[in-house]
């Protein structure tokens, strides 16, 4: 069982915007601003997508962006494409004894 | 370039052990924590144990504390995981990751290597 709670799956048209949650608790994401999204394409490592909750790595584009409300963290895609067809996974740090903790994972299907 | 190259998977029986090793390059090692991370093939990700920039502060997962050892050599710019007691669960690809800020020991990797295939079968 993840530590963090992610929709199994989500879909948007290609322009659309969508959004992905990551539900965790006051003792992860709700208690840190170290929460941070991965998405990974099939046969691939995980490619950084935001980092902080909020901040974009150089050549992310910037219709990726991160947020956090309480417990729960988001990940939206303003504009989507079709190349974002993927998994995408929310991780975050839970102390001082756990460097981090994953959700499950989201598949996102670009329809 | 950043680069991460893993060694060491492979078929090994329960209960007996194996030594990871990542071979990092294209950035100043010692300034940053290290990770590993493992993947069972087809489902999640699972952060598994992290190391700060000089060893002194470290951590596990719950499921692999007691059996795995995270180690590094910052003059080789390595970062190695000894896994001992293994057990069919321990089958996945382990990556190895690195952190994206400087000092920070938290878990937020901002490059990954290819990974390599543990696989514990008798």
């Known amino acids: 069982q993840s530590a963090l709670t992610q929709p199994p799956s989500a879909s948007g048209s290609p322009g659309q915007s969508v959004t992905i949650s990551c539900t965790g608790t006051?003792?992860?994401?709700?208690?840190?601003?170290?929460v941070s999204w991965y998405q990974q394409h099939p046969g691939k490592a995980p490619k950084l997508m935001i980092y902080?909750?909020?901040k974009r790595p150089s050549g992310v584009p910037d219709r990726f962006s991160g947020s956090k409300s309480g417990n729960t963290a988001s990940l939206t895609f303003s504009d989507l494409q079709a190349e974002d067809e993927a998994d995408y996974y929310c991780s975050s740090y839970a102390g001082t004894n756990n460097f981090g903790v994953f959700g499950g994972g989201t598949k996102l299907t670009v329809l | 370039e950043v680069q991460l190259v893993e060694s060491g998977g492979g078929l090994v029986q329960p209960g007996r052990s194996l030594r990871l090793s990542c071979v990092t390059s294209g950035f100043t090692f010692d300034d940053y924590a290290m990770h590993w991370v493992r993947q069972v093939p087809g489902k999640g990700l699972e952060w598994v144990s992290g190391?700060?920039?000089?060893?002194?502060?470290?951590a596990y997962a719950d499921s692999v504390k007691g059996r795995f050892t995270i180690s590094r050599d910052n003059a080789k710019n390595s970062v190695y995981l000894q896994m001992n007691s293994l057990g069919p669960e321990d089958t996945a690809l382990y990556y190895c990751?690195?952190?994206?800020?400087?000092?920070?020991?938290?878990?937020?990797?901002?490059?990954w290597g290819q990974g390599t295939l543990v696989t514990v079968s008798s």
């Open positions: 902080e909750v909020d």
């Open positions: 190391i700060s920039w000089s060893s002194t502060t470290i």
């Open positions: 006051s003792s992860d994401v709700g208690g840190y601003k170290y």
């Open positions: 990751a690195k952190g994206v800020i400087p000092i920070l020991v938290v878990f937020m990797a901002d490059s």
